[in-house]
C-alpha cells in the first residue's frame, strides 16, 4: 500500500468530518509524514510492529482498497497482515 492512497483516504474522510475530533479513525494529516506522526489508523507499521501492537491486545484496522488502491497491490499487504498475526501464536 502506498502512502499516497492513505494520505488520499485520510483527506477525503476528514473532508466530510469537519470539526469532530471524536471520531477515531479521522485525521487532520496533510503529507504523508503526518500520517505516521499522528499515530493512528493510518499510520505504517512493519510486520514486527504490526505483531507487537496486536499482541498487546489492540485491535487492527485494515483497509485494504483504501484511497483507490488496486486489488492486486492490497492482497500482499492483507498477507502481511495475517503474517504478523500468526506470530502472535
Do not use: F
Not at 492513505?6 to 473532508?15: E, F, G, Y
Not at 489508523?41 to 501492537?53: K, M, Q, S
Request: glycine share 8%.
Amino acid at each position: 500500500m502506498t502512502r499516497r492512497h492513505l494520505l488520499q483516504d485520510a483527506v477525503t474522510a476528514a473532508s466530510y468530518r469537519h470539526g469532530d475530533e471524536g471520531v477515531a479513525s479521522i485525521s487532520r494529516a496533510t503529507d504523508v509524514d503526518g500520517l505516521q506522526v499522528a499515530n493512528k489508523p493510518y499510520r505504517v507499521l512493519t510486520i514486527d510492529e504490526v505483531a507487537e501492537y496486536m499482541h498487546g491486545g489492540q485491535a487492527l484496522p485494515l483497509a485494504p482498497l483504501c484511497g483507490g488502491l488496486r486489488p492486486d497491490v492490497a492482497w500482499p499487504y492483507l498477507e502481511r497482515a495475517a503474517e504478523a498475526a500468526a506470530r502472535l501464536g
